[in-house]
């Protein structure tokens, strides 16, 4: 069992910034993809920035050129940093990781709220 364990949300004010970090339990799982989900309540999770082993990254339209999302392959450890933060940023982000067997994991997901 891999757990992903989440850190870095918290409260902060519109303009502000945050770091996210996701650490996998196992260093031995090899994971494809690592990325960053978030959900508020009544919606839908979303994605908001995926990177691979490579390096080769994807955001959501609404977080570009705002948000950077990075990894540390040898720790099993990825990262997302925010900045010029919005309250419709405000949401519960999730850690997301791809195995080579295509199986998902999902960490317990930590808040972020933005206030105006």
């Known amino acids: 069992q891999v757990q992903l364990v989440e850190s870095g949300g918290g409260l902060v004010q519109a303009g502000g910034s945050l770091r996210l970090s996701c650490a996998a339990s196992a260093r031995a799982v090899s994971f494809n993809s690592m990325g960053w989900y978030r959900q508020t309540p009544g919606t839908p999770r979303e994605l908001v920035a995926t990177i691979t082993r490579g390096g080769g990254t994807t955001y959501a339209d609404s977080v570009k050129g705002r948000f950077t999302i990075s990894r540390d392959n040898a720790e099993n450890t990825v990262y997302l940093h925010m900045t010029s933060l919005k309250p419709e940023d405000t949401a519960v982000y999730y850690c997301?990781?791809?195995?080579?067997?295509?199986?998902?994991?999902w960490g317990q997901g930590t808040q972020v709220t933005v206030s105006s």
């Open positions: 997301n990781a791809q195995r080579e067997t295509g199986y998902m994991d």
